[in-house]
Every structure is written in structure tokens, then in C-alpha cells.
């Protein structure tokens, strides 16, 4: 089981970048996946989740600025991040959870967002 977070880097403020979030070993289809992100010195936070029927919901310092997706043919999902802030900056997880059965419960390694001018 494996969940590989890219997409990450140095961006301007007002800027975008696009992560994934790659899994394999699993039947992707069938999991909730959330994005996390956690700054320096803060707790890890939600940012975004899209459940295994594509409803999706945010954090509201994220509305409007991020779209998550995913591609289950693919096995990968994705967040769009537009408008970027300075504080957006943090790593940002993803984690993908069974719809039904708790214990199947697997986080990415994370990759690094920064925002700065």
C-alpha cells in the first residue's frame, strides 16, 4: 500500500500549483481521500476531502481557491491550488480512508508547499 504526494514547490502569492497524490495497492475507488496540510509549529489541518461517490467538501480558508479531484481509473487524486497565499505554505498530506472499514487507513509521505515572493 503506497500514497506519493508531487506537485509541490515555490510559488509566488497569487500563484498555483497542482498536487497528486498517486496510490497503489489498494482499491482506490472504494476510499474517502483527504487533504491535509501542516505548517511549521501548527496542527496537521483538513483542507479538502472528496469521498469515494465524488461529493467533496473544504476548509473555508480554502473555498474558492481549491477544486480536489480524483481519477479512479488512474488511482490518483488532486488538488488544485489557485490564488495562492502566504499562508498556504505547509506540507500537505494526503490520506485515503476505506468507506466503511476504519482500520484501512493510509497517509502519503507529504510534499512541500511554499509561498513567497
Known amino acids: 500500500v503506497q500514497l506519493v504526494e508531487s506537485g509541490g514547490g515555490l510559488v509566488q502569492p497569487g500563484g498555483s500549483l497542482r498536487l497528486s497524490c498517486a496510490a497503489s495497492?489498494?482499491?482506490?475507488?472504494?476510499?474517502?481521500i483527504t487533504w491535509y496540510r501542516q505548517a511549521p509549529g501548527k496542527e496537521r489541518d483538513l483542507v479538502a476531502t472528496?469521498?469515494?461517490?465524488?461529493?467533496?467538501d473544504y476548509a473555508d480558508s480554502v473555498k474558492g481557491r481549491f477544486t480536489i479531484a480524483r481519477d479512479n481509473d488512474k488511482n490518483t487524486a488532486y488538488l488544485q491550488m489557485n490564488t495562492l497565499k502566504f499562508e498556504d505554505t505547509a506540507v500537505y498530506y494526503c490520506?485515503?480512508?476505506?468507506?466503511?472499514?476504519?482500520?484501512?487507513?493510509?497517509w502519503g509521505q507529504g510534499t512541500q508547499v511554499t509561498v513567497s515572493s
Open positions: 495497492g489498494f482499491t482506490f475507488s472504494s476510499y474517502t
Open positions: 490520506r485515503a480512508r476505506h468507506k466503511w472499514a476504519r482500520s484501512l487507513d493510509y
Open positions: 472528496i469521498i469515494y461517490d465524488g461529493s467533496t
